[in-house]
């Protein structure tokens, strides 16, 4: 049996808890928590028992960015040497309340989508450093305008997320690599994605290619996959060591534990 826990960032990481000490699988909406000791205490817990947690992270079995994953992780693009992320919403000020995204604000609550994918291209950063500020409306407490940078032995990553930005929101996927790069705007509806390549790669020539995606809704293949894993048709795409990461790199830029 599996339960979906949905509770807000204050409620969850208990929610899920009581879910994970019930014998339960999770499908766990995000962010984890802010208390990375818990977070990982659960998981450990779950995987002693035979249980399974999955991080809601819409963007897992998105067609552009399963492509652009595959491309960056097989070599296809060369050498990764930076990624750019940009996950932007408009909450409206009343809703930008510092108690329900503590230190980090929009970046805490947004941030994870795009650090699942660059922790599953580049692993784990060497140095995180956030900019975490609160620029147009003042709310106090909250974090609206905001930028992360993750620094690798050979590789840089940056995501920036604000919460104003007028809709629809232009938010874009970039990966840049010694032989191509792949660009994705907007996110959704994805229509297509830009590649360009210094050389032909396989079926792609050298120049810029513009391929088509295939429509999907957000949390559909999340679902089938994670239902599948719960009766032992395949194993998870993403492992717990994985889900673990992603929080451990949202929280080390957040401040909510130390970096390094």
């Given at each position: 049996m599996a339960i979906s826990s949905e509770g807000s960032n204050l409620e969850s990481l208990d929610h899920s808890e009581e879910i994970i000490a019930a014998g339960k699988h999770i499908f766990y909406d995000k962010p984890a928590g802010d208390d990375y000791p818990r977070f990982e205490s659960m998981v450990n817990s779950a995987g002693e028992h035979g249980l399974l947690v999955q991080l809601g992270y819409m963007f897992r079995y998105?067609?552009?960015?399963?492509?652009?994953?595959d491309w960056a992780r097989s070599g296809f693009l060369g050498d990764v040497f930076a990624i750019r992320g940009h996950m932007?919403?408009?909450?409206?000020?009343?809703?930008?309340?510092?108690?329900?995204?503590?230190?980090?604000?929009?970046?805490?609550?947004?941030?994870?989508?795009?650090?699942?994918?660059?922790?599953?291209?580049?692993?784990?950063?060497?140095?995180?450093?956030?900019?975490?500020?609160?620029?147009?409306?003042?709310?106090?407490?909250?974090?609206?305008?905001?930028?992360?940078?993750?620094?690798?032995?050979?590789?840089?990553?940056?995501?920036?997320?604000?919460?104003?930005?007028?809709?629809?929101?232009?938010?874009?996927?970039?990966?840049?690599?010694?032989?191509?790069?792949?660009?994705?705007?907007?996110?959704?509806?994805?229509?297509?994605?830009?590649?360009?390549?210094?050389?032909?790669?396989?079926?792609y020539p050298a120049g810029v290619s513009i391929i088509d995606l295939e429509p999907r809704p957000r949390y559909v293949a999340s679902l089938e996959a994670f239902i599948k894993d719960i009766r032992g048709e395949k194993k998870p795409d993403r492992s717990l060591d994985h889900e673990l990461l992603v929080q451990e790199t949202l929280l080390r830029a957040t401040g909510h534990i130390p970096d390094g």
């Open positions: 998105h067609d552009g960015f399963v492509r652009i994953a932007s919403t408009n909450l409206p000020q009343e809703r930008q309340d510092p108690r329900l995204a503590p230190s980090g604000g929009i970046f805490y609550d947004l941030a994870s989508h795009m650090l699942d994918q660059v922790v599953w291209i580049l692993g784990r950063p060497n140095k995180t450093t956030a900019f975490l500020r609160e620029d147009v409306t003042k709310t106090d407490g909250f974090a609206n305008n905001t930028l992360g940078v993750f620094e690798y032995d050979d590789a840089i990553a940056m995501i920036d997320v604000a919460a104003m930005e007028p809709t629809p929101t232009a938010r874009r996927f970039e990966v840049y690599g010694s032989i191509g790069s792949a660009i994705m705007e907007p996110m959704e509806p994805a229509g297509t994605l830009r590649l360009t390549l210094a050389e032909s790669r396989g079926q």
